[in-house]
């Protein structure tokens, strides 16, 4: 039985996707050549490492164990990369940081950047999920380095002080909820809403929202990024929902309203979340006192 490390990141991060498909991508593999190899996989150990429904895929017992020794495989084999590179003089490390979407485009371009331009030979692999995603995804290994919503659970993660934002309602000027000096999401449900992506982690988090308030999000279109659903806000297209420091933004060159939002999830203290600051390589740990700088 001979899994070679192609097979072993294949393999994990179709469990972490729930489709061959989704792992083939994120592997940059051709999907016909990820089947072969989970296919090949599965020949030589003798038993399904997947069970596959209408819900997608999951791992089976055997493949729960292949993947948990996968993840300590890889994260070895990155190790070694990083503590090898440093000879070479190149390329030597990469850290995979999940965020949450307000995390992601409001506060990560900055400092990012300066970690990257203080660490030219480390690569950071960033992938949107929403906050209780995260957490999980952190505890098995997945990922290196979280950004979470401070009100998610984060079990026995060892966690920082990030940031500190909350969503607000933007509004045309002429909007009826222009007026209101705050409202409540079951308000803004009545209205119809320019949103982000369905697939963002924002918009499934607050269609869940709604579905609480027993109403469905009236979404009129879906963009990709918070500065697009002000302009279209700004055209009366609908009302948006999207982070302060954007609409304080936008506010200075379009002619919005901002309107608090008074649920008490609107306030977001961001939190950077680890399995432990002594488990993690390197360059994570210098990307953690990078970003709580």
């Known amino acids: 039985m001979r ?8 393999f994990c991060e179709v469990v972490d996707a729930g489709s061959i498909t989704g792992g083939a991508e994120r592997s940059a593999l051709a999907l016909a050549a990820a089947s072969t190899r989970i ?14 429904s209408r819900q997608g895929i999951a791992a089976t017992p055997a493949g729960l164990t292949l993947l948990k020794h996968a993840r300590t495989i890889l994260a070895q084999s990155a190790l070694l990369r990083e503590d090898l590179g440093s000879y070479a003089g190149g390329f030597s490390g990469e850290v995979r940081l999940l965020a949450n979407t307000n995390a992601l485009t409001e506060f ?18 960033l992938e949107e999920r929403l906050s209780d995603e995260i ?12 950004i979470v919503a401070g009100t998610v659970d984060v079990g026995r993660l060892e966690t920082f002080p990030f940031r500190t934002d909350r969503f607000v309602v933007v509004t045309g000027a002429g909007h009826p909820l222009a007026s209101r ?9 009545d209205c119809d809403i320019v949103g ?16 609480r ?3 469905p999000l009236r979404l009129r279109v879906q963009l990709r990024s918070f500065d697009a659903v002000c302009r279209l806000v700004e055209c009366g297209v609908g009302v948006g929902i999207v982070p302060q420091t954007t ?25 950077i979340c680890v399995r432990g600051m002594d488990e993690l390589r390197p360059f994570a740990r210098e990307l953690v006192a990078s970003l709580r700088a």
């Open 3 to 10: 899994f070679d490390l192609v097979d072993l990141k294949l």
């Open 39 to 52: 296919r090949n996989m599965e020949q030589a150990l003798g038993a399904p490492l997947l069970s596959r």
């Open 108 to 125: 990560l371009p900055e400092a990012l950047s300066r970690f990257l331009a203080d660490h030219p030979q480390v690569s950071v692999n």
């Open 135 to 146: 957490v999980g995804l952190i505890a098995e290994g997945v990922g290196d380095v979280g």
């Open 181 to 189: 000096s705050s409202v409540t999401f079951a308000d803004v449900l």
């Open 196 to 211: 982000l992506d369905r697939a963002s982690s924002l918009q499934r988090f607050l269609a869940s929202k709604a579905a």
């Open 213 to 215: 308030e027993g109403k």
């Open 247 to 271: 609409a304080a933004r936008a506010a200075k060159t379009m002619a919005l309203g901002v309107v608090d939002l008074s649920d008490d999830w609107a306030l977001r203290e961001l939190t």
